[in-house]
């Protein structure tokens, strides 16, 4: 487990006061986070000056535009969102029975498999108050959300193509990876594209129409590209970029579109028009579990890993 500074058992340090700021780092403004922790602005405001002043540290930047994390407080609200999790584990494992609001977070790369067991963990957990968050964002954001512990569980692939890069990244930010699955690459289309009638397609045959892959920001190289197969790696003349899944799915439909996938798809959730198809190639991505390593996995996130391994 990663060693927590001596300045965070500081006395005079709430948990409250590390909830604030985290609120403020998590929503970029004042106002916001306000009205999320259920304070006025003026007492969070104070708070947190009282918090920084108390540390020695500027947690955050203040500007006309809103707040931003320094550098500094990039590392407070780290090792802060550390000391949050272990009092949420205390809590978990010896208040069990007392009621409270239950809070977890996942982040992931767009899988309805992903979906379906948040929607199992709620249903198991929810009570009369909870706090859950399910984040489908880019590859980048999973890994950093899991190492800053805005997230407990990250859901990613990889591949022979980004391998190296993503196991590099993992490492530096002491994260560790449980492989899930590995499968043969497919590609979601729609029930009325051409394509569908064939059991198998070729890369070939994807020319005339658009490629929809999922944008990654700051981070658009192939490496951390949530498709396994990008631009480069064949003639795709037609490519759209999007970021969330219903888009995707919209212009699958709409525009006779396609995505490359791991092929696993809940009609549940997307409906009946989009189906999946294996493509006539010997690739393979491999699709696991992104947790920070030596870190106790809570109750919650202990029943959602499970929870993914039934639905795929």
């Known amino acids: 487990m990663a060693q927590i500074p001596a300045f965070c058992y500081n006395n005079f340090m709430t948990l409250q006061q590390l909830k604030y700021a985290i609120a403020v780092a998590d929503t970029g403004n004042i106002t916001e986070a306000s009205r999320r922790v259920f304070i006025s602005q003026p007492s969070l405001t104070a708070a947190i000056r009282e918090l920084e002043e108390e540390m020695g540290i500027t947690i955050f930047s203040r500007s006309n535009k809103g707040v931003t994390v320094t550098n500094e407080g990039d590392e407070f609200l780290s090792y802060a969102r550390q000391v949050l999790e272990q009092a ?78 993503i196991t590099k990244l993992i490492k530096k930010n002491n994260l560790q990876f449980e492989p899930l699955f590995t499968t043969p690459l497919h590609i979601f289309i729609s ?25 990654q920001g700051d981070f658009n190289s192939f490496y951390y590209a949530e498709e396994p197969l990008t631009q480069i790696d064949f003639d795709c003349p037609k490519n759209i970029k999007v970021r969330d899944r219903a888009t995707l799915f919209n212009l699958l439909i709409g525009l006779n579109g396609y995505t490359i996938c791991s092929g696993i798809i809940s009609h549940e959730l997307n409906g009946p028009e989009i189906i999946a198809r294996p493509l006539a190639i010997s690739d393979t991505m491999t699709v696991g579990i992104l947790t920070r390593k030596g870190m106790v996995l809570s109750r919650y996130a202990e029943a959602y890993i499970e929870a993914v391994k039934k639905h795929i």
């Open 191 to 215: 029930t009325k594209n051409p394509l569908a009638k064939k059991k198998k397609i070729k890369l070939t045959d994807l020319a005339p129409y658009p490629y929809l892959t999922y944008e």
């Open 88 to 165: 949420a584990l205390l809590e978990d494992r010896f208040k069990s029975n007392a009621g409270g609001n239950t809070i977890f977070s996942v982040s992931c790369q767009h899988y309805s498999f992903a979906v379906n067991a948040f929607v199992d963990v709620i249903r198991k957990f929810g009570g009369n108050e909870y706090d859950f968050t399910l984040r489908e964002t880019q590859t980048h954001e999973i890994i950093e959300d899991v190492a800053h512990l805005k997230s407990q569980i990250g859901i990613l692939y990889m591949s022979s193509r980004n391998k190296n890069v």
